[in-house]
């Protein structure tokens, strides 16, 4: 029986379209619903803090990439940051909430975009999770010797979806031409680009490598209903038979099931069942928060509310805000492609150190999905 | 639901134990969620006849609930003299809430008579029988936990299902004072529960009855709610 080995982050890379867009200039490129400018848009920035961000639509609502291209190109960086060439992958993990077409998967379209020979892929679709979901594949594919170079990568392509001719026409417009909140505040929320890494079973030479000593996903979809979602409208979205392609996609463009979606009374409750995660996590001993010497947590401290920060500082479960490393604000939220885009300019702002341990924390609206990995500086 | 298993860390007994009781009112919160009336709550298919039964099946633990924690009050010693202070001004503040739990009741078109009478579901049965079980032990440090899960439940559940209510039904202010009060009131709650924890603890042994005792307490919650039926 071969032993299991140790697997190394070697390379890390992102890709982010196009200049960084202001604030005010958002609309410009995810357009305008009825030709009206949003009401919720301000407060949905106050809350996420995000102040730039990118995306693959120039201002004229012309496709500058697709979410498959954009994977590609990261992990065409994080080869190269590994010191490797794209012929020297064989195993590709590809990660995104919602992919460049319906059928086939992430994984084979970002493949075709990339090029070269015959690799293993494996497609991950979820939300920001997935990212990990195809982390853990990869790591543990070179883990188990199956593999010795493998990529993980995520992107999104959000503002695609974000079109105001997915909304106009249907039940999310009311009849005064205003976008129903649920599906606005998201428009304010998500960006685009992609992000991948590079596993291996040896660190690079002569560069810091992260060894990942654990990637753990929880799931808690049996307790909670869909909080943010594409494909059914709100009051049936937890009745995955209803689902839009039962309609058709005239019907459920109508009902306004084919947007995205996020009820946000639920996101709060969601919040604090990813705090309980965490905390029990901390219980285990599976993280111990006086160990991590950084954190990259793909959600901003200014969205945990007051009361969940003091839990964290009273259930001795918080890390104080000097380890926390953050680009949210700068490159946007990026859904699934955020962890890599966040680690890609951590790694190289020089600020890590060997032998210090590096927590990830991704966690997922879609249905109440947190994922950790924890990684150590070699 | 399984016991944690204690392990010593950094911050000393009393973060351990809001540790502990923090990942168990989560896992309450999750079970919660999946009973049939909730369930109903959150998916838009709650009807007056549910709300009706909910503050009923409600009715019951809140009028214990001052009763027991005079109990336990009475069988603190001498030591815990401001614990028992602590418990007894906090049931002198919620004794008559259940009168408060009648009149949204009769707003919301039902019969005094009615909640007045009914009966204690199974659920309420098991939890009230629990509460006054532990209640009557002497120095019942344990209940503790039972506090942090009630207590979590007005601060947190109550006014999300009381404006969830009011949402789906349509239903006047007075309809629902009683959970929207409780939510509204409950703000420095876990300021006050970590200076009662700092009464009893540290002491391995109560550390590990408070976190049992949440469980028990969250378990028999549950099968409350989920014994209501309209």
Known sequence: ?378 | MTTAVVTPARGGEVSDVLRRLAVVFAEFEGRLAQTPLIRKLTRGRFSPDDYRAFLSGLRQQVKDGALWMSRAASNIGEAHLELRSRLMRHAVTEHRDFRLLEADYVAAGGELAEIQGAEKNIGSEALSAWMFHEASKPEPFGLLGAMWIIEGLGQIKALEWGRAAQRRLGLPDEAVRFLIYHGENDAAHIEEFEAMLGLVLPDPATARRIVRTAEVTARLYVLQIEEIVS
């Open chain 1, 1 to 378: 029986m071969t032993l299991l080995r140790d697997a190394y982050i070697t390379g890390a890379g992102a890709y982010l379209p196009g200049a960084p867009v202001a604030n005010d200039r958002i609309e410009d490129h995810i357009g305008r619903v009825h030709g009206r400018c949003s009401l919720l848009g301000r407060r949905a920035l106050r809350w996420n803090g995000v102040q730039t961000r990118h995306y693959a639509m120039d201002s004229e609502g012309h496709a500058t990439d697709s979410n498959a291209g954009m994977c590609a190109k990261a992990v065409r960086a994080a080869l190269d940051d590994a010191g490797l060439g794209h012929a020297d992958l064989d195993y590709l993990a590809a990660a995104t909430t919602q992919g460049d077409y319906l059928v086939p998967g992430h994984g084979v379209t970002v493949h075709g975009e990339l090029g070269g020979g015959p690799i293993e892929v494996a497609s991950f679709q979820s939300v920001c999770g997935s990212a990990l979901m195809a982390a853990k594949a990869a790591w543990l594919s070179v883990r188990a010797g199956e593999h010795n170079v493998a990529a993980a990568c995520a992107g999104e392509f959000s503002s695609r979806w974000f079109q105001p001719g997915f909304y106009e026409g249907s039940a999310l417009v009311d009849d005064k031409g205003r976008l129903a909140a649920e599906a606005d505040f998201l428009r304010f929320t998500l960006s685009d680009g992609a992000g991948a890494i590079v596993i291996e079973p040896a660190p690079q030479p002569g560069a810091l490598s992260l060894r990942i000593d654990h990637i753990d996903v929880v799931s808690l979809a049996g307790a909670f209903e869909p909080c943010m979602w594409a494909g059914g409208d709100r009051e049936n979205r937890s009745d995955a038979a209803q689902g839009w392609s039962q309609a058709g996609p005239l019907a459920a463009h109508a009902a306004g099931s084919i947007a995205l979606l996020q009820d946000f009374d639920l996101l709060k409750r969601v919040i604090r069942a990813w705090v309980g995660v965490y905390l029990k996590k901390v219980d285990e001993g599976r993280i111990v928060p006086d160990e991590v010497d950084w954190l990259l947590c793909h959600y901003s401290a200014q969205s945990l509310r007051d009361e969940l920060m003091s839990l964290l500082d009273k259930t001795a479960g918080a890390i104080p805000p000097e380890k926390w490393f953050s680009n949210l604000a700068t490159v946007g939220n990026v859904g699934s492609a955020s962890i890599w885009v966040m680690l890609d300019e951590f790694l190289k702002s020089g600020r890590l150190q060997r032998g210090q341990k590096v927590l990830c924390v991704v966690p997922e609206s879609g249905r109440a999905l947190v994922g950790f990995m924890m990684l150590e500086a070699v």
